[in-house]
């Protein structure tokens, strides 16, 4: 099993800019959740989907964030424009359909100029 | 303030001491877990332990959970310079199955 895949690793980018974060979960884990985590505000949960749907968005910052699930297998937050307060890094974590313990990906760390 | 607090910030050993790490939380829960968080790194699940649960163990692990008083405690016993990090503890509301974290205690535990 090769874990929560999250794409990319790093990213630099300038205020304005569009940044994709990709997420692939856990096969035949059906639950999938965006987190941000930052030095001022620690872990925060941003949105999160069941079954592809999402089912709680009530963290996202902004109408800036934007998170979609195509299918069982991808997941994509965009921020447009980026601002440099969205230097972060950003989790991504997915759950079995019958459990309690989420694995998290190994997080792409944004830094906006 | 926020759900899901952690005691010490941080906590500095030696390396075969005992560290304990504090959390308290405001809301009913269905279960609370404690995870780790090597820097640089993703989180990783430790241990789960239910409302109705009062004490669980796993290998040096031993977490306790105080419903009444709303706490819960992590204890590493004989700690390993590999056991430096962060640790955080999440909360499962009732009301939904959103994790929520605290702030996290960073242990250093010095060889």
């Known amino acids: 099993d090769a874990g929560v895949i999250q794409s990319p690793r790093h990213e630099v980018t300038e205020m304005g800019q569009e940044v994709t974060l990709r997420c692939k979960p856990i096969?035949?884990?059906?639950?999938l959740f965006w987190y941000r985590q930052t030095m001022m505000r620690g872990l925060e949960l941003l949105i999160y989907?069941?079954?592809?749907?999402?089912?709680?968005d009530s963290g996202m910052p902004e109408d800036r964030f934007s998170a979609k699930m195509p299918n069982a297998s991808f997941s994509t937050l965009k921020i447009q424009p980026s601002e440099p307060r969205d230097s972060a890094v950003y989790f991504c974590?997915?759950?079995?359909?019958?459990?309690?313990?989420?694995?998290f990906g190994p997080g792409t760390r944004l830094l906006v100029l | 303030s926020q759900q899901g607090e952690e005691d010490p910030q941080a906590l500095s050993i030696q390396e075969g001491e005992n560290a304990t790490m504090n959390c308290s939380y405001k809301?009913?829960?269905?279960?609370l877990q404690w995870y780790r968080q090597n820097s640089g790194r993703g989180l990783v699940h430790l241990i789960l332990?239910?409302?109705?649960?009062r004490e669980k163990h796993s290998g040096r692990l031993r977490v306790t959970l105080d419903t009444s008083k709303k706490s819960s405690s992590l204890l590493i016993t004989a700690s390993r310079a590999a056991d430096t990090a962060s640790y955080f503890c999440?909360?499962?509301?009732?009301?939904?199955?959103?994790?929520?974290f605290g702030e996290g205690t960073q242990l250093t535990v010095n060889p």
């Open positions: 974590a997915s759950r079995r359909p019958v459990g309690e313990t989420q694995y």
């Open positions: 096969s035949g884990h059906n639950s």
């Open positions: 989907f069941n079954n592809n749907v999402p089912i709680d």
């Open positions: 809301t009913s829960i269905n279960n």
């Open positions: 332990i239910r409302s109705n649960e």
């Open positions: 999440a909360t499962e509301e009732t009301s939904g199955s959103r994790l929520t």
